[in-house]
């Protein structure tokens, strides 16, 4: 018999936590998992999933406008319904959630719908109460979003209650920079909202290829999108027709209908008690080693809550490395060199391995091929948008070190890419492949 209640307790069910249940329960382990909110996290509920439907729903305004030039009779007057679009994603939402719940259930994975606080190295009180020992403790809260401290900054939203709203805004101001600032931004350009965002700098998406997000801001401002940058918020007014009136340093004032924050995200951590089994932080986040332990030999932190990458796949093959190393008998790390990530923006960018700066820092010079083309799509839907791939290779060697991208479909092209940019390929191997004509792809091949 074990000294303790559970071999694994996790807290949080998001992508992190609900992957290392599952694994260390096949591995035959005792688990439970504590979730106050809804099983599959920030990714399932209320982010990547849902936002990325949304994106789906807003390439229609586009694809509708374009049919006409490829024969389709399309009615100058079209009508969209936000709430049939938002209640429907949300039934998928329902779905996934379900799905989640029910790998748990079958994997013999004990679900526990409450808060969890830790009171020590092995144990934890839950919202009833009731007070559990476990044997590992696995944090994967995840992250929070980042509201500025202003005056009035109770009147905005984020994005965990933007899937919520009953309408879309006349006008939005949205707060950010990042991708999740330049997503939705495109989402609600295209469904009709006059979309202005404002950022501290005068820099959108901050680590990707600089050619790459300038073509994207290029492209956001010939859709109508209004950047205001190197503006801090001085305050946020409810006026008495209800509109917000938001002030700004370096800019005049702005009366909108909705402000969102998409100011970063913030390790979901206070609360948790870590303090009492001696969890170090760091901004907030869990320190932890290339294992995921924490500085508490018996608890461990995987995901957004840690201090590495913010990004779903990353928290999965974190959660499968800790279940495989403690309970699996094979001890695995997760490889954080040339992980691929997309902005689903309108049009969407991808990129993986260094950009152009990054590689001149680290090695002197690069080699750097481009291909800057108008897709055969946008040529005869007459609509003047440009692709932009671009590849950083080695001087020397030739080996490929970044590849990125913005067009249609630039996610689904490079997640094949980055298989060969993972593999150390060089720019010579991807020009002995012959091209698949006539795709986007093949520029991959002939760029120049």
Same mark, same amino acid.
């Given at each position: 018999?074990?000294?303790y209640d559970?071999d694994l307790?996790v807290?949080?069910?998001?992508?992190g936590g609900?992957?290392?249940s599952?694994?260390?329960?096949?591995?035959?382990a005792? *688990?439970?998992?504590a979730?106050?909110?809804r099983?599959?996290?920030?990714c399932?509920?209320r982010?990547?999933?849902?936002?990325?439907?949304l994106v789906?729903g807003?390439h229609f305004?586009e694809?509708?406008k374009?049919a006409r030039?490829?024969?389709?009779d399309?009615?100058?007057?079209?009508?969209f319904?936000?709430k049939?679009l938002?209640?429907?994603?949300?039934?998928?939402?329902?779905r996934?959630?379900g799905?989640y719940t029910?790998?748990?259930?079958?994997?013999?994975v004990?679900i526990i719908l409450?808060r969890?606080?830790?009171t020590?190295?092995?144990?934890l009180?839950?919202g009833?109460?009731?007070?559990?020992?476990?044997?590992?403790?696995?944090?994967?809260?995840?992250?929070?979003?980042v509201v500025?401290?202003?005056?009035?900054?109770?009147?905005?939203?984020?994005s965990?209650?933007?899937?919520?709203?009953?309408a879309?805004p006349?006008?939005i101001?949205?707060a950010g920079?990042?991708?999740?600032?330049?997503e939705f931004?495109g989402?609600?350009?295209?469904?009709g909202?006059?979309v202005?965002?404002i950022n501290?700098?005068d820099?959108?998406?901050?680590?990707?290829d600089?050619?790459i997000?300038?073509?994207?801001?290029?492209?956001s401002?010939?859709?109508g999108?209004?950047?205001?940058f190197?503006?801090?918020f001085?305050?946020?007014?409810?006026q008495?027709d209800?509109?917000?009136? *938001?002030?700004m340093?370096?800019?005049?004032?702005?009366d909108?209908?909705?402000?969102?924050?998409?100011t970063?995200?913030a390790?979901?951590t206070?609360g948790?008690?870590l303090?009492?089994a001696g969890v170090e932080?760091s901004?907030?986040a869990?320190?932890?080693?290339?294992?995921?332990?924490?500085?508490?030999?018996?608890i461990?932190?995987v995901?957004d809550?840690?201090?590495?990458?913010?990004?779903t796949p990353v928290?999965?093959?974190?959660?499968?490395?800790f279940?495989?190393?403690i309970?699996?008998?094979k001890p695995?790390? *997760?490889?954080y060199?040339?992980?691929p990530?997309?902005v689903f923006?309108?049009?969407?960018m991808?990129?993986v391995?260094?950009t152009?700066?990054?590689a001149k820092?680290?090695?002197?010079?690069?080699k750097?091929?481009?291909?800057?083309f108008?897709p055969m799509?946008n040529?005869?839907?007459?609509?003047?948008?440009?692709a932009l791939?671009?590849?950083?290779c080695?001087?020397?060697?030739?080996?490929?070190l970044?590849?990125?991208?913005i067009g249609?479909?630039?996610p689904e092209?490079?997640?094949?890419?980055?298989?060969a940019?993972?593999?150390?390929?060089?720019k010579d191997?991807f020009?002995?492949?012959?091209a698949?004509?006539?795709?986007?792809?093949?520029?991959?091949?002939?760029?120049?």
């Amino acid at each position: 018999m074990s000294d303790y209640d559970y071999d694994l307790f996790v807290i949080g069910a998001g992508s992190g936590g609900t992957r290392a249940s599952r694994v260390a329960a096949a591995h035959g382990a005792k *688990v439970a998992v504590a979730e106050e909110y809804r099983v599959g996290g920030t990714c399932v509920i209320r982010g990547c999933v849902p936002k990325k439907l949304l994106v789906y729903g807003a390439h229609f305004a586009e694809d509708l406008k374009d049919a006409r030039r490829f024969g389709w009779d399309v009615p100058e007057q079209l009508n969209f319904d936000w709430k049939r679009l938002r209640d429907n994603v949300m039934e998928e939402v329902d779905r996934i959630n379900g799905a989640y719940t029910a790998t748990l259930n079958n994997n013999g994975v004990e679900i526990i719908l409450d808060r969890a606080t830790i009171t020590g190295p092995h144990s934890l009180t839950l919202g009833d109460g009731r007070e559990v020992t476990a044997k590992y403790i696995l944090i994967a809260t995840g992250a929070t979003p980042v509201v500025p401290e202003c005056p009035g900054h109770e009147l905005g939203i984020t994005s965990n209650e933007v899937f919520q709203l009953d309408a879309v805004p006349k006008r939005i101001l949205i707060a950010g920079a990042g991708y999740i600032a330049n997503e939705f931004a495109g989402i609600f350009n295209e469904f009709g909202a006059k979309v202005t965002l404002i950022n501290r700098s005068d820099v959108i998406l901050r680590g990707y290829d600089e050619s790459i997000r300038d073509r994207l801001l290029q492209i956001s401002m010939m859709k109508g999108l209004d950047f205001r940058f190197n503006a801090k918020f001085q305050g946020i007014e409810q006026q008495p027709d209800g509109c917000l009136r *938001v002030s700004m340093t370096n800019h005049e004032p702005i009366d909108v209908d909705c402000v969102l924050f998409a100011t970063g995200r913030a390790p979901n951590t206070a609360g948790l008690g870590l303090e009492s089994a001696g969890v170090e932080l760091s901004d907030g986040a869990v320190v932890v080693d290339a294992d995921n332990k924490s500085t508490c030999d018996s608890i461990y932190a995987v995901g957004d809550v840690t201090n590495r990458v913010q990004l779903t796949p990353v928290a999965i093959r974190e959660g499968q490395a800790f279940a495989d190393t403690i309970f699996g008998g094979k001890p695995t790390q *997760v490889d954080y060199e040339n992980i691929p990530s997309a902005v689903f923006s309108h049009p969407p960018m991808a990129g993986v391995g260094l950009t152009e700066a990054q590689a001149k820092n680290k090695f002197g010079s690069v080699k750097v091929y481009t291909s800057d083309f108008r897709p055969m799509k946008n040529v005869l839907a007459n609509r003047n948008e440009r692709a932009l791939y671009k590849m950083v290779c080695h001087a020397e060697s030739g080996v490929v070190l970044g590849l990125h991208m913005i067009g249609p479909d630039a996610p689904e092209i490079l997640q094949a890419a980055a298989v060969a940019v993972k593999a150390g390929l060089t720019k010579d191997a991807f020009d002995q492949t012959v091209a698949l004509h006539p795709s986007m792809a093949e520029e991959l091949v002939l760029l120049r």
